[in-house]
């Protein structure tokens, strides 16, 4: 490889085929617990041959990634089986043109989401009065996909002599990275778009203010953190936004100016200490009067 010959240290996620079958489905009770910077996430490490080469595999376990996958499996088999008993009732009205190619085309299609094909299993039969379509959920192997399969990752580098841990963490920075990239080309913070300008220069400086910009914006997320660990990028958004600060107008007496009075939005627990956390009280003052 490219990389090994150049001497530098890489980490990738490994095709879930590639590893062996006994390490790639150990128990989620064997995995070790990661520290609080990772919660619910477990993983162990093994050095394996992979392509000839030695190398240290890490399974990975996250249980928000098992629960977000499993929603998405449910949704896409029952959207899958609704569309394959309205199928059934085509096939079994005398006169309908589906021709045996189109069936399988259409069920293919329902059936390609990730794991559907291991789990729906289907026949098609010819009988006196047409063709008829069967069909039915595999549940032994439901049951193995949600025991030995979902919330997993195989993950693989170079980094012989590193912690599962370590791997992990270093890996979580290509979805900082990715987040980055989603939140320039169409997030709603430090969007890249509009972009009103057509020189060279200007548009290197805009790339510039919009890289600052995000600098700053996960240097406070890094502060925060320092109060809410597993606080994401939104939800400080979210948090910070409910802040607020009004300035209240009230009549002159006689001939002297308009009298102010300086309030901030009431704060939930988590407002106040990310306020606290953030030093937000420097940037303004609560003077009524």
């Known amino acids: 490889m490219l ?8 980490i990738s996620a490994l095709p879930w ?93 329902w059936l390609a989401a990730p794991f559907l094909s291991a789990l729906v299993h289907y026949q098609i039969r010819d009988e006196p009065g047409g063709r008829r379509l069967v069909f039915q959920v595999d549940h032994a192997a439901l049951q193995e996909l949600v025991t030995h399969r979902l919330g997993r990752t195989l993950l693989i580098a170079n980094h012989l002599d590193w912690t599962a841990e370590q791997v992990v963490a270093a890996y979580a920075g290509q979805q900082a990275i990715e987040q980055v990239f989603r939140g320039l080309k169409q997030g709603d913070w430090l969007n890249w778009q509009p972009l009103y300008h057509w020189t060279d ?43 607020q600060q009004f300035v209240l107008l009230y009549p002159a007496q006689g001939a002297g100016p308009y009298r102010t009075a300086t309030v901030v939005s009431t704060q939930s627990l988590l407002q106040k200490g990310l306020a606290e956390t953030l030093g937000l009280q420097q940037f303004g003052s609560t003077p009524r009067g």
């Open 3 to 10: 990389l090994q010959a150049a001497g530098l240290g890489w």
């Open 17 to 109: 085929s590639q590893a062996p079958a006994e390490f790639r489905q150990r128990p989620v009770e064997t995995l070790p617990a990661c520290r609080r910077a990772q919660p619910g996430v477990q993983a162990a490490a093994e050095k394996l041959l992979v392509h000839g080469e030695e190398y240290l595999c890490v399974l990975k376990y996250s249980a928000t990634f098992a629960a977000e996958q499993l929603h998405s499996l449910s949704a896409s088999l029952s959207k899958a089986l609704a569309a394959l008993k309205r199928l059934a009732g085509e096939m079994a009205r005398a006169g309908n043109r589906l021709t045996p190619a189109g069936i399988e085309a259409q069920i293919h299609r």
């Open 201 to 243: 220069s200007k548009i290197r400086v805009h790339a510039f203010y919009c890289l600052l910009g995000l600098s700053l914006l996960h240097y406070v997320h890094r502060q925060a953190q320092a109060f809410w660990p597993s606080i994401t990028i939104e939800e400080l958004q979210k948090e910070l936004e409910q802040i």
